[in-house]
């Protein structure tokens, strides 16, 4: 101890107890906001897909009088159009998930769910669009109806009844506004077909916010494996 500066030696002994400049707080409200759209979003966006699983067809059924004069069909050919959405269910429903081995579940959905926006713009396009609008919106639901709950099991693994019961409550709902809905809106628009485009923008809508959902999960987390809804695309 002899020889060495008195201040130096009180410097030293202070320097490990300074509490001038406190250790900033860990963020926790960051970390909880983070958690929360990490669990919150992917429900969000496959509720909005859900909804878009009905409408669609369900639409159509309160419109057959309208759509026949205006496009002029037939007897036959409003029977075909009746029938596509159940061809299309029956033939496509047990390719479903050969389509989800091969691409995987995730980007299987969102593949159909831009599928279904086509179907649905392409039968605002006149009578063969009519056709293959509906050939097209029918196949991709029938797809997505068997693909979700997959889905949402691959999200939520044994939190996913709540998620599951959220869109299969979407899906009825879906139905109703589509048969509800048809009608006055065609009374508003003047036009049986323009009363379908609001689907469209329903389509969109879930397809951007799955997509920004992905982009979101992919940027609050360096874990790909946990926000599955963006891992795989």
Known sequence: MHGVPVGRLVGEVTKGHDHTNPRPATPRRGWLVQGALRTL??????????????????????????????YLLSTGAVAVLTALPLVCFAVLSPVAPTLARRLGVHRAVLLA?????????????????????????????????????????????PRSPAVLGATTGAIALSASLGAGLALPLADVTGSARTSLSPWFVAVLAAAVTAILTATVGRTITNQPARFRLGSRL
């Open 113 to 157: 769910v831009a599928v279904l926006g086509v179907g649905v713009a392409l039968r605002l396009g006149g009578v063969a669009g009519l056709f293959a609008g509906t050939v097209l919106l029918a196949g991709a639901i029938a797809v997505v109806n068997v693909l979700l709950p997959a889905l949402v099991r691959a999200e939520y693994g």
């Open 41 to 70: 979003a992917p429900a969000g966006a496959l509720v909005l897909v859900a909804l878009c699983l009905r409408g669609p067809f369900s639409a159509v059924a309160p419109l057959i009088a309208p759509l026949r004069a205006q």
